[in-house]
């Protein structure tokens, strides 16, 4: 899934910084200057660390873009109850698996204009 979701993306100029798990994720969240990263795509079920507690540590870190960038739940589960969890997690939008292509731009498109306006205005 992974793999598929960065050829989607890279087909459409986006740059990917793949993560093989959770705890990966955040140290090349941590390791990056504020502002590098647009969105993060999150897998709930990843080795490691899954995206729920990913997501929250996320979140706690301390600086400038932590509390704002996109965190959007990849999931094959899609009950409400998963919905709910990523959403307290501090995720932004959930899409569930398989991708839907359109969706997947629709939402990223949505949210990294919705962060990046924000970060003009401060």
Do not use: W
């Amino acid at each position: 899934n992974a793999a598929i979701a960065s050829k989607l993306l890279e087909r459409k100029g986006v740059r990917v910084n793949h993560a093989e798990n959770g705890y990966d994720a955040l140290e090349k969240f941590a390791a990056s200057v504020p502002g590098s990263y647009d969105a993060v795509l999150m897998d709930i079920r990843m080795p490691v660390m899954g995206g729920i507690d990913a997501a929250r540590a996320l979140r706690k870190q301390i600086r400038s873009d932590a509390a704002q960038i996109p965190v959007i739940a990849m999931t094959a589960n899609a009950f409400e109850e998963d919905v709910r969890c990523t959403r307290a997690a501090g995720m932004n939008a959930h899409l569930s698996k398989p991708i839907e292509p359109d969706k997947l731009y629709s939402t990223l498109s949505k949210y990294i204009t919705e962060y990046r306006r924000r970060q003009k205005s401060k």
